[in-house]
């Protein structure tokens, strides 16, 4: 009987110990895999930057299973400026798994930065496991590159009442992409901008290495700018990197004039047949000379208009000269209230005003009428004293 008690317990002691190899077998690959480091990698570990500039590197952290990566940069000399971002925050752990998540190393490197190579430690860590990234950059100020300013039309002309639009390109010849900042300067009173082509409201301007991005300047001036040529200044800068560009605008002034009268008065009295003088003034509210100025007027059937004098050579800007307009009625004009246009040409721009013309009858008129009616009166007295008395 003894015999067979050891017997029974000797196999529950092996059933035991299979027991507790299968569970160790199964436990060991979990916790082998929960060890396991992350991976990072850059499709660019190597790269030249320029000093006074900025570099953003794309930064890829997965795992075998999700978990939690805590990181870390290593390696930042002083005055460097380094960070990891996503989603647009800076970031010190990212969940990673099978699926990489992608970040971005951030690095502003110091407008004093000496020439070398600067090694920078991108570490992920799992628990008690971690790996590392090494990244180099390679600063260089000799062999950057340079970043230049261009139009194919750097000078416009036109009047003062239109906006003025240039086009230019900019050109980044360094090996890594630049951030610009744009400014544009006109001269005083003058409204001049500067943006990227297509985007009004952007601020910066990032343009690839080797690369170009267009640029739209536009340029209005005051309303009483006269006459002339003015220069603009246009300038990139990204660090210690600047570009510049001079355009000029020539301005041929605004052709405006005004017909008036010295007293605004717009109606006069006029004799029929008898000529009649009336004032005019002739002004330039324009910012350019006035040219080779004709005036002409428009008046009823028989009416004649002219002026002294008929044309005017020139009128300077903000200037005005008077004219005299000579109407006459006809001579068989009945008393009553006309209208007779006068106006002024020079070229395209024309000014006019119409004019209440009252014509009253001449004096002589008032006479024969008079001596027809004494007339009358004597005919019919003459005719009572011959034949009354029969």
């Keep these: 009987m003894g015999s067979r008690s050891g017997a ?79 989603g647009g925050n800076e970031v010190q752990s990212v969940t990673a798994g099978p699926a990489s998540t992608e970040l971005s190393l951030d690095v502003r490197v110091p407008a004093d930065a000496p020439d070398g190579v600067t090694t920078l430690v991108v570490t992920g860590t799992v628990s008690d496991a971690r790996s590392s990234l090494h990244v180099d950059l390679h600063v260089a100020k000799a062999s950057g590159g340079t970043v230049q300013l261009t139009s194919d039309i750097p000078s416009l002309r036109g009047t003062s009442s239109q906006t003025f639009s240039f ?109 009649h003088d009336f004032s005019v003034v002739v002004e330039n509210t324009g910012t350019s000379p006035l040219q080779g100025v004709a005036l002409s007027g428009t008046a009823p059937t028989d009416w004649t208009v002219t002026f002294d004098p008929a044309s005017i050579d020139a009128v300077a800007a903000g200037r005005s000269i008077s004219a005299v307009a000579h109407i006459t009625p006809s001579a068989d004009a009945i008393a009553g209230d006309y209208v007779v246009t006068l106006k002024a040409s020079a070229g395209d721009t024309t000014s006019s005003i119409d004019i209440r013309v009252t014509v009253e009858t001449p004096p002589i008129w008032g006479i024969v009428g008079l001596l027809l009616i004494l007339g009358t009166l004597g005919a019919m007295a003459w005719v009572f004293r011959r034949y009354g008395r029969r």
């Design 167 to 275: 086009s230019l390109t900019l050109a980044n010849d360094t090996p890594q992409q630049l951030t610009f900042s744009l400014q544009a300067q006109g001269p005083g009173g003058w409204d001049v901008t500067a943006e990227p082509t297509g985007q009004t409201t952007a601020a910066s301007l990032a343009v690839d290495a080797r690369a170009t991005k267009a640029i739209t300047v536009t340029a209005t001036p005051p309303t009483d700018v006269a006459a002339g040529t003015y220069p603009l200044a246009v300038r990139a800068v990204s660090g210690t990197q600047t570009a510049d560009l001079q355009l000029s605008i020539e301005v041929t002034g605004k052709v405006a004039m005004t017909l008036a009268t010295p007293d605004q008065r717009l109606n006069t009295s006029a004799t029929a047949g008898a000529a």
């Design 8 to 86: 029974g317990l000797g196999g529950r002691v092996g059933v035991l110990a299979l027991a507790a190899g299968i569970a160790l077998a199964v436990a060991a690959p979990a916790a082998a895999l929960g060890a396991s480091p992350p991976t990072i990698t850059t499709p660019f570990p190597s790269v030249s930057v320029q000093p006074g500039t900025s570099v953003s590197l794309k930064v890829d952290v997965s795992a075998p299973a999700s978990e939690r990566v805590d990181l870390a940069v290593s390696g930042i000399p002083k005055g460097w400026q380094v960070s990891l971002s996503g």
